[in-house]
Each structure stands twice: as C-alpha cells, then as structure tokens.
C-alpha cells in the first residue's frame, strides 16, 4: 500500500499540470504574504497557469484518444501486439483470460 502511494506520488511530482498547480499556488501565497505584487499581476499569472492546465489536459486526453485508436484497429486486425498493448495501457483485467489460453 505504500508503495503504491509511493508510485503514485512519483507520477505526480512528474506531471506537468501537477508543477504548474504548485507553482501557481506559491506564487499566489507569495504575494499574499510580502511578495509585492500588484493583484492585477497575480490574476494574470494565475490565469495563465489555469491555460497552461487546460492546455495540457487537452493535450492529454489527445494523447489517449489515439492510443486507443491505434489499438483498437490493431485489435480489428487480430494483431497479436494489440492485447500486449492493452495491457500495457491498463494494466491486465482481473477476471481475462490469457492469449495463450484461446488458442
């Protein structure tokens, strides 16, 4: 269970958005705190970290969406690198059977 958490926060100190967010909260408690800085430049660096999330979300699930094209249309072919790909993607289903096991 720790481990997992470990993995976990791993991925997350490695994520863009997750940097972005933490950079944009410092910087806010910052100016909040003596950073003098006008408010005006506070929303405009917070909105642009806001973007820049977005943005990479946006990016992210670009991403995704053509894994699992590509997958899928590995798995219309029958290819058998497509369950290989699959599982690397999700990791193997509790409860299916092994390719090995339908031939």
Not at 72 to 87: D, H, L, Y
Request: aromatic share 4%; proline share 6%; no cysteine.
């Amino acid at each position: 269970m720790f481990a997992d958490f470990l993995s976990t926060l791993r991925e997350f100190a490695t994520s863009k958005k997750f940097i972005a967010t933490v950079g944009g909260i410092l910087i806010t408690q910052a100016a909040k705190r003596g950073l003098n800085l006008p408010p005006e430049s506070v929303n405009q660096i917070t909105a642009v970290v806001i973007a820049y999330i977005v943005g990479q979300g946006v990016a992210d699930h670009g991403k995704a969406a053509a894994q699992i094209d590509a997958v899928s249309a590995a798995a219309a072919r029958n290819e058998p690198e497509a369950m290989a790909a699959v599982t690397k993607m999700s990791g193997p289903p509790k409860d299916a059977p092994r390719i090995s096991d339908a031939r």
